[in-house]
């Protein structure tokens, strides 16, 4: 197969002129940059990548994928309402949920928490919470017999906190009581504990408590009402098109709300963070370039004598920048290579073995996560090959412009 003379310059153009046996300094270098540069740009991006989903299933872990809420308070006829949201052919199921904020005590110290009214046997079937319990489980909540106290879920910061474990006993203490002979009364009741759950973020951990829905309407005085009702969608990116198929059918006052309207702060700030990190680590990659622009020119103006020779003999002036710009193309060719070969491994030493610890109660991460997204590594890969070819266009311009005359003349 015969193949154009161009490529075979260009690979020539490649090896020291000793001997002609081994790649120049200023090529090894120039691949170095690119290699480098592309590989610290993919293992952040990977790092971004999988800190954003890590966090999504923590979230997801906890929450449901969208809830249906009413703007005029709770509602009533919940039982009549997921019949009515389980037609929806996206739906997989749905649950009722009671929602309101308290003060859990313990042994002489307190926390404020959200306290979580759910049935059991339904929440297991709408959120993965139960993937995340630590001691007891939550159809322990249910479990509870007729003039027994109810049982409560605790988050692992929070029940270290109290200095509770399991079949201790904790007070629910909410400012909203009955009024008594000296004015309003605090509200409190006494539950035991019967799982502590451990999600991996401080704000969950810290700050959650789970009780059957029945002790939970009692307690926050709503007769039969819930506060809404959690539903799980088959597919999560489109949780937001069920919910406005949702609000039309159930219609007013009852509007939808999905896992990324209720943390569109927090992703949408992952997402620029992650477009920023890619802007400025690219410039690395351009760093590599002008390395690869002052290479090539001192390689055209070494080889102005060959040049002139190759012009002599029939080369066109396309044939001579097709030379330098193939020369430059495979610099980023296998730059681009050993920094896809390196960010992987970094990449999957970083998710396999943990190595950088975090502290959960800043990063909500107990470690620095990495995903390997194959869509990124294209972008990158795409991006470097095509900033390495593009550095290369003004030296092959010159080298094809040169005057064949005056490097011969004194030959």
């Known amino acids: 197969m015969n193949f154009p003379f161009q490529i075979f310059v260009a690979l020539r153009y490649l090896k020291s002129r ?30 971004m990548s999988g800190f954003h989903e890590d966090l999504r299933k923590k979230i997801l872990g906890v929450n449901t994928d969208l809830v249906v809420l009413n703007l005029t308070g709770e509602i009533e006829d919940y039982q009549g309402l997921i019949e009515r949201v389980r037609e929806n052919p996206e739906v997989v199921s749905a649950s009722p949920f009671v929602l309101g904020q308290a003060m859990l005590s313990a042994g002489g110290r307190a926390q404020g928490v959200y306290v979580r009214g759910v049935e059991p046997e339904l929440e297991q079937k709408t959120t993965d919470f139960q993937s995340h319990m630590k001691e007891g489980s939550l159809l322990a909540l249910g479990a509870g017999r007729e003039g027994e106290r109810p049982g409560i879920v605790l988050g692992m ?23 008594g002979p000296l004015g309003n009364l605090p509200r409190v009741k006494k539950f035991v504990v ?15 408590a789970l009780t059957a829905l029945g002790p939970a309407q009692e307690f926050f005085d709503l007769g039969t009402g819930v506060t809404g009702l959690e539903v799980k969608v088959k597919d999560i990116f489109k949780a937001g098109d069920v919910g406005t198929s949702l609000e039309r059918k159930l219609g007013f006052p009852f509007h939808t709300r999905d896992w990324i309207d209720m943390n569109r702060n927090l992703f949408s700030a ?17 760093v590599a370039a002008f390395n690869i622009v002052s290479t090539q020119i001192m390689n055209v103006i070494e080889k102005e004598r060959e040049i002139a020779i190759l012009k002599a003999m029939g080369a066109s002036r396309r044939s001579i920048m097709s030379i330098f710009m193939l020369q430059g193309f495979l610099i980023g060719l296998v730059g681009t290579a050993i920094g896809l070969g390196g960010g992987w491994l970094l990449t999957w030493l970083l998710n396999t073995y943990h190595i950088i610890k975090l502290p959960a109660d800043v990063y909500y991460l107990s ?18 090959i095509v900033i390495s070819f593009l550095a290369t266009v003004y030296p092959a311009w010159q080298a094809g412009r040169l005057d064949p005359v005056e490097p011969l003349r004194y030959e």
Do not use: C, Q
């Open 367 to 384: 470690h620095l996560p990495a995903k390997i997204n194959p869509l990124d590594f294209t972008t990158v890969s795409v991006s470097a």
């Open 157 to 179: 910061e929070l029940a270290e906190h109290l200095g509770v474990r399991e079949g201790d006993e904790v007070r629910v203490v909410s400012p909203f009581g009955g009024m």
């Open 194 to 208: 019967v799982g502590v759950f451990e999600v991996g973020m401080f704000e969950y951990d810290s700050n959650l």
């Open 270 to 286: 992952l997402k620029l963070e992650k477009l920023v990190m890619f802007v400025i680590l690219t410039l690395i990659v351009l």
């Open 18 to 47: 000793k001997r002609h046996r081994s790649l120049s300094f200023n090529t090894v270098i120039s691949v170095a940059g690119v290699a480098v540069g592309v590989m610290a740009l993919l293992t952040v991006i990977s790092v």
